[in-house]
């Protein structure tokens, strides 16, 4: 079985403050990939990064960065310098060869950027 | 490339009734995943087909179905509704791996009165 926690239900801050989401998962296979995902109210699920297992070097891309650590568990995502059009659901998700190729996705953490 | 489209993009129905909702991926794309969304269960993974073959199954009952066409397109079905059944509908595909990232259509609202 696979799992994936995000700890941080809300989160709201003010523009221009750096914001980081959490994200812990479980799995038992060796081979996996995490993925983050964005939800604005208009529903549809917004592809941000993957990540495979093999590779921990974390990521930059413009204000996102993500810092992979396999000795935690973890595959965090930084938001610097907010902005209110960042306001979403963030959703982090993993899929596995043995998770019978299923996303298993977190609950999600409600950020609000504040103007 | 279009992105993934979902029709229709909001649907009432009442309990008992049966209901279809259609999802065409990604051009190129041969896998189609659907999954359920509610604020209670959070995103849940419904099926995927490949190849016109439902290559995995979620932990849900019969009454959730679902096929895919030579084209790719995808279809699912739910019978008889429930109230429980009201959630945000997401059609996802990806060309086939298991590592290919899944990009996700707008979704179907589903109202079950």
């Known amino acids: 079985a696979q799992k994936v926690t995000q700890a941080q239900t809300e989160i709201s801050v003010v523009e221009k403050e750096d914001v980081t989401l959490d994200c812990v998962y479980e799995?038992?296979?060796?081979?996996?990939?995490l993925f983050w995902y964005k939800q604005p109210p208009s529903g549809e699920l917004v592809f941000l990064i993957r990540?495979?297992?093999?590779?921990?070097q974390n990521e930059i891309s413009g204000r996102y960065s993500w810092n992979f650590q396999k000795s935690t568990s973890s595959f965090n995502f930084t938001i610097t310098a907010s902005q209110v059009v960042d306001s979403a659901v963030y959703f982090c998700?993993?899929?596995?060869?043995?998770?019978?190729?299923?996303?298993?996705f977190g609950s999600g953490t409600q950020l609000t950027v504040l103007p | 490339k279009a992105g993934v489209t979902q029709t229709p993009r909001y649907l009432i129905k009442t309990r008992g009734q049966q209901v279809t909702l259609s999802c065409s991926p990604i051009?190129?794309?041969?896998?189609v995943s659907w999954y359920q969304q509610t604020p209670g269960q959070g995103l849940q993974f419904l099926f995927e087909?490949?190849?016109?073959?439902?290559?995995n199954k979620g932990n849900f009952p019969g009454r959730f179905s679902g096929r895919q066409f030579s084209n790719s397109r995808s279809e699912m079905n739910v019978s008889t509704l429930e109230l429980g059944d009201s959630a945000l509908y997401l059609c996802?595909?990806?060309?086939?791996?298991?590592?290919?990232?899944?990009?996700f259509g707008p979704g179907t609202r589903l109202l079950v009165l």
């Open positions: 996802a595909s990806r060309p086939g791996g298991l590592q290919e990232t899944q990009y």
């Open positions: 799995t038992r296979d060796t081979t996996y990939y």
């Open positions: 990540r495979n297992s093999f590779d921990e």
């Open positions: 998700a993993l899929i596995s060869s043995g998770s019978a190729r299923q996303l298993t």
């Open positions: 051009s190129g794309h041969r896998s």
């Open positions: 087909y490949f190849s016109e073959t439902q290559r």
